[in-house]
């Protein structure tokens, strides 16, 4: 085993199979690069600076601290007390946070997956094409951006604060899951069954989105700026032709939408300025209700953007 101590900087260390670099307190390390097999670890206070973890290869950061690390198909743990800045995760690479460990400002694309549990905290990710976030078992997320082709998913436990999900980002919020603060710009967010926003506002901009409510009856989140081209898909709302029934209490700068297959009903709180008669439903392909907001005619000025 390799240690590096307080005041020795390090740089350029190769770490094969069976080897292993520590960095202690005031010891710096930077352009590790790890391959299968090795492994480095980051204690108190040290630091590491643009490491690469190979397939097979691992960095540790137990209460230490790392940037910039290129994750290209190995492992990187962040465990209580370590924090990991402006990573890149790629190739089957995994970072797992947990303990209170954080991580800001990672890049997670091309088969890498940020997995955070039991305490673990993720701020600023970018998930991009080919990329996951998973969250679980008491983790928090705030910030994150689900581009193309990326995807969060937030299981029980878990709690997602202000995420952005672009065109052709997916996000899901599974059974015991929290989303809060959510921006739809374009992409695809589902609430699952037993998945919540709570009592938090879902944003749409202008690029729209679909937000899919499993169980839209137990839905008390507020949605803005919604409108075209976004559409709301209440799964659990059979249409039924004319037999599905919309209605909408106008209450000046908000209102509620009410929506029924005469089983089950749908109470969706809307913020900004809304005309009944704009809504419009449809069979959403899955024996759902698929709800959107197009301009009537004659009230385009009213209905021509989407609401905020």
């Known amino acids: 085993m390799t240690t590096v101590s307080s005041g020795v900087v390090s740089s350029g260390l190769i770490v094969s199979s069976g080897s292993s670099v520590s960095v202690g307190s005031g010891g710096t390390t930077i352009g590790t690069i790890i391959l299968a097999g090795g492994s480095e670890t980051v204690g108190l206070f040290g630091l590491a600076s643009a490491s690469l973890v190979s397939s097979g290869g691992t960095q540790i950061l137990a209460q230490g601290t790392a940037r910039g690390t290129i994750v290209n198909g190995g492992s990187e743990t962040v465990g209580g007390g370590g924090f990991l800045s402006a990573a890149t995760v790629l190739n089957g690479g995994i970072e797992y946070i947990s303990n209170g460990g954080q991580a800001r400002s990672d890049i997670v694309s091309s088969g890498g997956t940020e997995t955070a549990d039991a305490g673990g905290f993720a701020i600023s990710t970018m998930v991009l094409n080919g990329g996951r976030q998973v969250l679980s078992n008491a983790a928090d997320?705030?910030?994150?951006?689900?581009?193309?082709?990326?995807?969060?998913?937030?299981?029980?436990?878990?709690?997602?604060?202000?995420?952005?999900?672009?065109?052709?980002?997916?996000?899901?919020?599974?059974?015991?899951?929290?989303?809060?603060?959510?921006?739809?710009?374009?992409?695809?967010?589902?609430?699952?069954?037993?998945g919540t926003a709570g009592a938090s506002q879902i944003n749409f901009t202008t690029s729209g989105g679909t937000l899919q409510l499993d169980q839209s009856v137990n839905?008390?989140?507020?949605?803005?700026?919604?409108?075209?081209?976004?559409?709301?898909?209440?799964?659990?709302?059979?249409?039924?032709?004319?037999?599905?029934?919309?209605?909408?209490?106008?209450?000046?700068?908000?209102g509620t939408l009410t929506v029924s297959d005469g089983t089950n009903t749908a109470t969706l709180n809307l913020l900004g300025h809304y005309v009944a008669g704009n809504f419009a439903s449809q069979a959403d392909g899955n024996g759902g209700t698929l709800i959107t907001d197009p301009p009537v005619a004659g009230l385009s000025m009213l209905a021509g953007t989407p609401h905020s």
Do not use: C, M, W
């Not at 008390?220 to 599905?244: K, M, N, Q, W």
């Open 141 to 194: 997320a705030y910030g994150t951006v689900v581009s193309s082709g990326g995807t969060q998913l937030v299981s029980s436990g878990a709690n997602d604060d202000a995420s952005i999900i672009d065109s052709g980002g997916f996000a899901k919020v599974l059974a015991g899951g929290s989303a809060s603060g959510a921006i739809l710009s374009g992409g695809f967010l589902e609430i699952a069954s037993g």
């Open 219 to 254: 839905f008390h989140g507020v949605i803005s700026g919604f409108g075209v081209p976004g559409a709301i898909d209440l799964r659990d709302i059979s249409f039924l032709g004319s037999a599905t029934t919309l209605g909408y209490s106008d209450l000046g700068t908000s």
